[in-house]
């Protein structure tokens, strides 16, 4: 079986409860009244660090190999606090108590030993340390609201009522008469003095880090005089803009095998999670669901995205930094794209293509007409010019005709067939 003894010291202020653990073990076979005990372990805690003035109060408690309470027997706790004289607790019951108040400044060691009553012999012991100090410790603390989304427990929202308690570590209750002046500053911009009155409100106008201090001095009464206690806590805490006026843009009405990029703006502190998706579920329900965020460190994004079926889809987005979330969703129509009408548009490419050729030699041969006249040398004995200024002529108006007839065709959806005729004809 195992001994654990644990010992919690009682002080007037403190941060937190300090911890502080071991083990022993004891002789095997130990035997008299109470219980026969084969092994002992004493584990010590204390609440440290103490203020001085204040009491400390140790506490012990004895379990067995499996961390339940021993049965009653004849046990003797002996506290040693060293300069101190030790005190001896004779008891049948599984936990003893010592208590003791401190005057200066220091670390201490308490160790308590554990023996049987009646013949002295001996179960196991332990120490434990702890701090004595001058000034007061504690915290700040501050709540706003419903701030679950704070991914950081100093990060708050702007423009909302924030409020900063200051607290302060007196277990023992050594302050409750006391008279405590707490003098408040924040970021050199705001002071204010309050008596007695450990919390106040500020809201916070700039997304900006702030460093919050206050500064306490505590009237403590005595028989003939106050005893001063003081003591200085401060904290950095992250004030941002919640995520606002989330605006998607691009184009809503789209044809199936498309694809199209959307831009994203908002505004609020960064960065920004951006997450985004598209679904065929025209209602938008259940939009941000499988949904990985991106880390953003500007006001805008560009997304992208296919469509491969027609339909009413969902553009669901979701922006959100560490005070807040904005989700907006808008419907994208998909026009299904039939195959006659990928047939027309492959035509009307090829048709465009074969015009552009046909501007091009026409250009050309404007080129070589001017360019032979410039070489007549006399007007009246090129019997071909004729010729070749009607072959020319022709060869125009065929050209314009085929486009008339293209362009009709394509105006009617390639339902009319274009009447051929060569484009020069001899």
């Known amino acids: 079986m195992n001994i654990v003894i644990y010992c919690a010291v009682v002080f007037v202020s403190g941060l937190s409860l300090g911890l502080a653990l071991s083990t022993a073990e004891a002789k095997d076979n130990v035997e008299g009244p109470g219980p026969v005990i084969e092994r002992a372990t004493i584990i010590l ?15 012990a408690r004895l379990v067995d190999d499996d961390g339940n309470d021993l049965g009653a027997g004849e046990y003797v ?28 400044a220091e670390k201490r060691t308490v160790e308590v030993s554990v023996t049987n009553k009646q013949n002295s012999l001996f179960y196991a012991t332990n120490k434990t340390f702890f701090n004595v100090t001058e000034h007061l410790t504690g915290s700040l603390e501050f709540s706003q609201g419903n701030n679950s989304t704070n991914l950081n427990k100093n990060i708050f929202e702007t423009n909302q009522s924030l409020e900063i308690v200051a607290n302060v570590y007196d277990p023992s209750g050594y302050l409750e008469n006391a008279d405590i002046v707490y003098e408040w500053n924040i970021a050199d911009v705001y002071q204010l003095t309050t008596f007695n009155q450990p919390d106040i409100v500020y809201n916070f ?15 403590v009464p005595g028989l003939e005089f106050y005893s001063k206690k003081i003591g200085y806590f401060t904290s950095l805490i992250d004030l941002k803009d919640k995520i606002s006026n989330v605006l998607i843009s691009g184009s809503f009405k789209v044809s199936e095998g498309e694809t199209h990029n959307y831009t994203v703006t908002w505004e ?16 938008c329900e259940g939009a941000t669901d499988e949904c990985n965020p991106v880390m953003q460190y500007n006001h805008s994004a560009t997304i992208e995205f296919r469509f491969n079926d027609s339909g009413t889809h969902c553009l669901s987005v979701n922006v959100a930094n ?7 969703a808008t419907n994208i129509k998909v026009k299904q794209v039939l195959p006659h009408q990928k047939a027309i548009a492959i035509t009307v490419g090829i048709v ?7 501007i091009s ?19 009246n004995f090129d019997f071909q010019e004729e010729n070749h200024n009607k072959t020319f002529k022709k060869f125009a108006k065929n050209v314009k005709n085929t486009y008339k007839l293209v362009s009709k065709k394509v105006a ?11 484009l020069i004809s001899m």
């Open 45 to 59: 805690t204390n609440n440290g660090p103490g203020l001085v003035g204040s009491t400390v109060t140790c506490f």
């Open 77 to 104: 706790y002996i506290w040693t606090d060293y300069d101190e004289h030790p005190s001896t607790d004779a008891s049948n019951a599984t936990t003893s108590n010592y208590t003791q108040s401190y005057l200066k």
């Open 205 to 219: 106008t700039m997304p900006l880090q702030y460093d919050v201090g206050v500064n306490i001095t505590a009237f």
């Open 268 to 283: 609020g502190s960064l960065p920004a999670y951006l997450c985004s998706r598209l679904h065929s579920n025209s209602t």
């Open 322 to 328: 560490d005070v807040s979330n904005f989700n907006v």
């Open 352 to 358: 465009f293509g074969v015009f552009a050729c046909f």
């Open 361 to 379: 030699i026409l250009l050309v041969a404007q080129q070589v007409k001017r360019s032979r006249r410039r070489h007549v040398e006399v007007a």
């Open 412 to 422: 009617k959806d390639g339902k009319e067939k274009a009447e051929y005729k060569p």
